[in-house]
């Protein structure tokens, strides 16, 4: 027999769970959560948020970032909601490059792609690293101008975008819109980066003092999709000796993850057009 029209049915638990698992994550500050920060969101022992995760992550709910054991809203929430696609090429394709990637050189890389007026940081391998420095990396945001990963993206994309790009960083009012507005240094910044054929920086980003990095674009269809950087302390060598030491394993993973992506069936999403402030 049927049941009538808004008879209540039995609450099913393990949906009521899976929900405000998924809805923790979402209202979390950084779009991230542990399983300890999820837990104390939804009032559920770490065990059974680790249950349910796994089950969320087989079905392609949420992902789990390998660099600091957190959990993140995948493609089908999204595809639920409004059709969006989540960057599935970084957690596939360019994670396990990362991987393999700090085997080699042992100091941390951060994979970031443009956010605005800056650089996000995506994945990253700073959690395991024994020469890491900032273990929290992701979500970070780094500029443009003072960083490797920044004034490589600015010096290979393309005209267009470059020029949309530092009128959004000229429209500012902090360090970067003083340097985006001279023209000449931006361009002699970026001319050297060119020359030399990677992007460094050493110092200059006045949070990051102590920091140096080399990096490089990686490119799809024509595009910069994102900068894979590695980065180390100054008093540990400087960007020439790191260029000589870890540019070919900088370069080498760069080509791998692009051929990947060039044979890969993933959706990767390309840059947009940027609409400067008015």
């Given at each position: 027999?049927?049941?009538?029209?808004?008879?209540?049915?039995?609450?099913?638990?393990?949906?009521?769970?899976?929900?405000?698992i998924l809805r923790?994550?979402?209202?979390?500050?950084?779009?991230?959560?542990?399983?300890?920060?999820?837990?104390?969101?939804?009032?559920?022992?770490?065990?059974?948020?680790?249950?349910?995760?796994?089950?969320?992550?087989?079905?392609?709910?949420?992902?789990?970032?390998?660099?600091?054991?957190?959990?993140?809203?995948?493609?089908?929430?999204?595809?639920?909601?409004?059709?969006?696609?989540?960057?599935?090429?970084?957690?596939?394709?360019?994670?396990?490059?990362?991987?393999?990637?700090?085997?080699?050189?042992?100091?941390?890389?951060?994979?970031?792609?443009?956010?605005?007026?800056?650089?996000?940081?995506?994945?990253t391998t700073h959690?395991?690293?024994?020469?890491?420095?900032?273990?929290?990396?992701?979500?970070?945001?780094?500029?443009?101008?003072?960083?490797?990963a920044g004034r490589?993206?600015?010096?290979?994309?393309?005209?267009?975008?470059?020029?949309?790009?530092?009128?959004?960083?000229?429209?500012?009012?902090?360090?970067?819109?003083?340097?985006?507005?001279?023209?000449?240094?931006?361009?002699?910044?970026?001319?050297?980066?060119?020359?030399?054929?990677?992007?460094?920086?050493?110092?200059?980003?006045?949070?990051?003092?102590?920091?140096?990095?080399?990096?490089?674009?990686?490119?799809?269809?024509?595009?910069?999709?994102?900068?894979?950087?590695?980065?180390?302390?100054?008093?540990?060598?400087?960007?020439?000796?790191?260029?000589?030491?870890?540019?070919?394993?900088?370069?080498?993973?760069?080509?791998?993850?692009?051929?990947?992506?060039?044979?890969?069936?993933?959706?990767?999403?390309?840059?947009?057009?940027?609409?400067?402030?008015?």
């Open positions: 027999m049927r049941p009538e029209s808004g008879a209540s049915y039995r609450n099913v638990q393990g949906l009521s769970r899976g929900l405000s923790a994550i979402s209202q979390s500050a950084n779009g991230w959560a542990s399983i300890a920060e999820l837990s104390a969101a939804t009032a559920l022992h770490r065990t059974t948020v680790r249950r349910m995760l796994e089950t969320l992550q087989a079905e392609g709910y949420v992902r789990r970032s390998a660099s600091d054991d957190s959990y993140r809203l995948n493609q089908k929430v999204r595809q639920l909601s409004d059709g969006f696609t989540d960057d599935e090429w970084i957690s596939e394709v360019a994670n396990p490059v990362l991987g393999e990637l700090l085997q080699k050189i042992v100091w941390p890389s951060d994979l970031s792609t443009l956010d605005g007026d800056c650089m996000l940081v995506r994945e959690r395991f690293s024994v020469l890491s420095f900032h273990r929290a990396m992701i979500r970070q945001r780094m500029p443009l101008l003072f960083t490797s490589a993206y600015l010096a290979y994309c393309s005209d267009e975008e470059r020029k949309q790009i530092l009128q959004l960083l000229v429209a500012g009012n902090d360090e970067q819109a003083n340097f985006a507005r001279n023209r000449v240094l931006v361009n002699q910044m970026l001319e050297r980066v060119r020359r030399q054929g990677y992007a460094s920086n050493e110092g200059e980003w006045s949070q990051q003092q102590k920091i140096a990095a080399i990096a490089l674009p990686i490119r799809h269809k024509n595009h910069v999709l994102a900068c894979l950087n590695i980065v180390f302390l100054k008093k540990a060598m400087s960007v020439a000796e790191a260029a000589s030491r870890y540019l070919p394993d900088l370069k080498s993973a760069v080509e791998k993850i692009e051929a990947q992506l060039d044979g890969s069936e993933i959706e990767v999403p390309l840059p947009t057009a940027i609409t400067p402030p008015r």
